[in-house]
């Protein structure tokens, strides 16, 4: 391998980590407005809640598979 071929492999490598990583930003933003637009919708005009966990464990108010570690118990008067 030469230094030229190398040289074109790395930069070909960080292009792709660095538009990944720039792509990313972007669909969290675009997805994350397009999820709350639909509860919005779905919940007749009335305001999306925050993300909670049950007494029992179980999330509520969360689309995603992922959930944040350090979430707040839902409260009763719900």
Do not use: Q
């Not at 305001?47 to 999330?59: F, L």
């Amino acid at each position: 391998m030469t230094l030229a071929e190398f040289a074109k492999g790395t930069t070909t490598f960080v292009l792709v980590i660095v538009a990944g990583l720039l792509s990313e930003a972007y669909l969290d933003r675009h997805l994350a407005a397009s999820e709350t637009d639909k509860k919005v919708a779905s919940s007749d005009g009335a305001e999306a809640s925050a993300a909670c966990v049950e007494k029992d464990g179980t999330w509520k108010n969360w689309p995603w598979s992922n959930v944040p570690a350090l979430s707040p118990k839902c409260r009763e008067d719900r």
